[in-house]
């Protein structure tokens, strides 16, 4: 009953920057508990970023902590992930997810993923 499309992945150059956007529809948005992960070729899908519906608490990976900000616009039903200064290791597919819950871990359970976006850093 989840759908997500997310966009605004491409190609861009080291120390860089790009806005992932998240369309959600099919339940009330602002009662979705959201993440984002990323999945670099040949790895392990990895933990990115949360927020709770509400907006009133985040909680980033130790490795994107300072340069990606997630955020969000429940009137538009929309999340965000603003990426700054990209180096070539964030080259990956990108996907948001509805979590189960919000947790203060690396972990938090998901209910749907959306397709993805490759997001792809030269050097």
């Known amino acids: 009953q989840v759908q997500l499309v997310e966009s605004g992945g491409g190609l861009v150059q080291a120390g860089g920057s790009l806005r992932l956007s998240c369309a959600a529809s099919?339940?009330?948005?602002?009662?979705?508990?959201m993440g984002w992960f990323r999945q670099a070729p040949g790895k392990e899908r990895e933990f990115v970023a949360q927020?709770?519906?509400?907006?009133?608490?985040?909680y980033y990976a130790d490795s994107m902590k300072g340069r990606f900000t997630i955020s969000r616009d429940n009137g538009k039903n929309t999340l965000y992930l603003q990426m700054n200064s990209l180096k070539p290791e964030d080259t990956a597919v990108y996907y948001c997810?509805?979590?189960?819950?919000?947790?203060?871990?690396?972990?938090?359970?998901?209910?749907?993923w959306g397709q993805g976006t490759q997001v792809t850093v030269s050097s």
């Open positions: 997810a509805v979590l189960r819950y919000y947790t203060t871990t690396y972990s938090p359970p998901v209910n749907y």
């Open positions: 099919g339940r009330t948005f602002s009662t979705l508990d």
């Open positions: 927020i709770r519906g509400s907006a009133s608490s985040t």
